[in-house]
């Protein structure tokens, strides 16, 4: 009898513990304060005291935590009191704390955004919105080493565009390199998106001067272009680096400039000339010299004729490496109807340029590059296309009566041509190429918050989309992977990973995509860095009937359902055991 009692006793104590086993087990999804214990736990484990690593670490509760997570929001529409928020944000200073960074996340299986500069137009890098998440902020990688004798500098991936130029015309007057044209723009977004910018049609876009690069990989490796491969090194150029590591850096190639180069804007009204300009522009900007980059931008404004009206405006905005009386001979003999004389034009260096371009107002220092503080943004959609033939006179008009129907959204022509022809589409992860006439941006911004403008404004952009339709590539409908657009597709990292990946996959990539998902699926089988539009795993024979593999927090899933059956098969077990005593 004794016995037999402590027996039940046991085995009562050993039931509750099951209990609580179990309650642990099935444990809901985590909350900040358990991520953020656990987190400086584990980099505490992995990093030396000397660190410092918990001043890396901003809790929600932390009351750094809003300024920093604002410090690069680009994007007003992503700025809200209902944008869901990371669990908690990382600025590493060292290589070190990337590497352990990515660990810890693995480790208690959290998903890791990335963020650079912060320019994502949907902000998946500091937004998430289906799946709890960390950011790791790299703002603190900015060092610039400019080499002029070898022509090469190397930036690492927190540094901006006004900090690249700015370094390089420390050194040099006629060195630039060929990017965008906002300079608080992020190198790890930019260049690892492709990165386009004034000088495409001469030099090709940033990634064809990128020569080497560092990134953390899902196993913690830091590799450079020697150790990571040719594959890898393929793909982080223009497929984006956050479905394949943390990038740390790139080594680039700078390009030579002249110390005087050219720009002008040049608008023009539709009741003066702008049908007649924008179809000479098509037959001219995508074939003219590749020193010449004619920006065409469609707006629709108030008219300056009939008050309360809306007509469109049509506007060039150019950049030429070389002098005026050049630019006027070559523009006067190609596009008569810009009617261009040398009075709208402005030589300049090409620091001075940048200025232009970015608006930073005339007589600004190149030091006005260097700010990164502008913590506010208008609200933003964008959207993007490709355009293969030229768009003839009645389509214009058609385009010219839907803009103005609609009233705010704005389209940009960004010419392809020159050195883009020759670059063949496989040569970079980045696939448009040769046969693109132009680029066309869709673009709205607007100031006033509120969920019905937002609706407004970013339904007339999926409207204009849907209108230009019969103008723009198909079979896939091509989009620009730095205009990132979460309506073409997005992935819920399900069993139609794969599938789901395809579909925005192909418009990003095309031919590309198939060779990008083989380097994802080998270097990180379990889908650990993943966004909304990452490159899918894809494992091969039994994938077609489940879509994808499973991924680290498919794993996790798992893991706990058997462990919670293990637990309720002994618990069972026992009771039973109990019945029989
Ligand atoms: C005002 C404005 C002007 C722009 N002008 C141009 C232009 O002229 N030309 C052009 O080509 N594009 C332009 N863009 C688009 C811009 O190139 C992309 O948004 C680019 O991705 C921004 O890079 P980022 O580092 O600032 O962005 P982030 O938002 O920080 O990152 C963008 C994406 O890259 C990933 N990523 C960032 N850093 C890393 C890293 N270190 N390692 C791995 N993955 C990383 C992020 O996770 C995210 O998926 C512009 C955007 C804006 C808002
Ligand atoms: C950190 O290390 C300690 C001691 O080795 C260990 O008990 C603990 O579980 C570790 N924590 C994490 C989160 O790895
Ligand atoms: C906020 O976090 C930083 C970095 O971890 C730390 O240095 C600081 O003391 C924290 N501040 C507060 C008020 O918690
Ligand atoms: C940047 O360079 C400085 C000086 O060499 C160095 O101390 C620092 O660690 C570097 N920062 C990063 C993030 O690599
Ligand atoms: C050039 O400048 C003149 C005088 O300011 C102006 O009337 C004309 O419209 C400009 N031409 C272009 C193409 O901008
Ligand atoms: C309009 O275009 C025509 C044809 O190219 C050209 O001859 C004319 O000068 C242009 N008119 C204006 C006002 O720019
Ligand atoms: C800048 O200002 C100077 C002097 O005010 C003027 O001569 C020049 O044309 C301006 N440049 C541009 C690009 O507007
Ligand atoms: C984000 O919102 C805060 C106020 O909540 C504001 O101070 C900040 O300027 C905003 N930043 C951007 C980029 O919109
Ligand atoms: C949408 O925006 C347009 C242009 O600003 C405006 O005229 C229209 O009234 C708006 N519609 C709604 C439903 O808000
Ligand atoms: C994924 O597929 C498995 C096996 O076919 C199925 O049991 C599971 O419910 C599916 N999950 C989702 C989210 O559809
Ligand atoms: C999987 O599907 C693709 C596309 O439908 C097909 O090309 C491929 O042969 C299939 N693979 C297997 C192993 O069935």
């Known amino acids: ?302 008219s300056k004729v009939v008050k309360g009206e809306i007509t469109v405006r049509v506007t060039i905005v150019a950049m030429f490496l070389g002098g005026a009386d050049e630019l006027v001979a070559i523009l006067g003999k190609e596009f008569p109807s810009l009617g261009l004389k040398k009075e709208n034009c402005s030589e300049m260096s090409w620091i001075g340029s940048v200025l232009w371009w970015a608006s930073l107002g005339n007589g600004s220092k190149p030091e006005a590059l260097l700010d990164r503080n502008v913590d506010s943004a208008k609200f933003l959609k964008r959207k993007s296309d490709y355009v293969e033939n030229p768009i003839s006179k009645d389509g214009l008009e058609g385009i010219w009566k839907k803009v103005i129907e609609l009233g705010k959204v704005g389209l940009v022509f960004n010419p392809y041509g020159g050195i883009m022809n020759t670059v063949a589409s496989d040569a970079t992860a980045f696939p448009h190429r040769a046969g693109n006439l132009f680029k066309i941006q869709y673009s709205v911004n607007w100031e006033e918050p509120g969920i019905d403008i937002e609706n407004n404004f970013t339904n007339q952009a999926r409207t204009l989309y849907s209108y230009m339709t019969p103008f723009v590539s198909n079979s896939p409908r091509r989009s620009f992977l730095n205009y990132r657009d979460l309506d073409i597709g997005t992935n819920d990292f399900g069993n139609n990973s794969y599938e789901q990946g395809s579909v925005y996959g192909m418009k990003y990539f095309n031919n590309n995509f198939e060779r990008l998902v083989k380097i994802k699926t080998e270097g990180d089988p379990e889908n650990f860095f993943r966004n909304e539009q990452s490159i899918p795993t894809h494992h091969g024979l039994d994938s077609n009937a489940t879509g994808t593999g499973t991924s680290g927090a498919d794993k996790l899933l798992l893991s706990s359902t058997y462990r919670k059956l293990i637990v309720n098969v002994v618990l069972v077990w026992f009771l039973i055991l109990e019945l029989f005593i």
């Open 1 to 302: 009898m004794g016995k037999s009692s402590s027996l039940v006793h046991s085995s009562t104590t050993f039931l509750l513990l099951l209990l609580f086993v179990n309650v642990y087990v099935s444990e809901a999804s985590p909350t900040p304060e358990s991520v953020y214990t656990s987190f400086l736990d584990c980099l505490t484990n992995h990093t030396n005291p000397s660190d410092q690593i918990s001043n890396i670490l901003f809790s929600q509760t932390n009351s750094s935590f809003s300024s920093i997570l604002q410090a690069y929001i680009r994007n007003a529409r992503l700025n809200k009191t209902s944008t869901p928020k990371p669990l908690l944000i990382i600025t590493p200073m060292q290589q070190s704390h990337v590497q352990s960074t990515i660990l810890c996340a693995k480790t208690i299986q959290i998903q890791l955004k990335i963020r650079s500069g912060g320019h994502d137009f949907e902000g998946i890098s500091y937004v998430s919105n289906h799946q709890p998440f960390i950011i790791l902020d790299m703002f603190n990688f900015k060092n610039i080493t400019v080499d002029i004798q070898n022509e090469v500098a190397v930036v690492q991936s927190g540094a901006i565009l006004g900090e690249v130029y700015y370094r390089i015309w420390e050194k040099s007057k006629v060195h630039g390199f060929p990017a965008g044209v906002c300079p608080t723009v992020g190198v790890g977004g930019h260049l690892s998106g492709g990165g386009y910018g004034n000088m495409m049609r001469k030099f090709g876009l940033s990634i064809d001067n990128v020569v080497d690069a560092e990134i953390v990989d899902v196993n913690g490796r830091v590799l450079d272009r020697k150790s990571m491969g040719e594959d890898l090194f393929w793909a982080i150029r223009g497929s984006g680096g956050a479905s394949f590591g943390v990038i740390l850096s790139y080594s680039i190639k700078l390009v030579q400039v002249p110390e005087v180069v050219t720009v002008f804007r040049a608008a023009s009204s539709l009741d003066q000339n702008a049908t007649e300009v924008v179809l000479q522009w098509q037959q001219v900007a995508p074939q003219t010299d590749d020193r010449l980059f004619m920006r065409l931008l469609i707006q629709p404004v108030s």
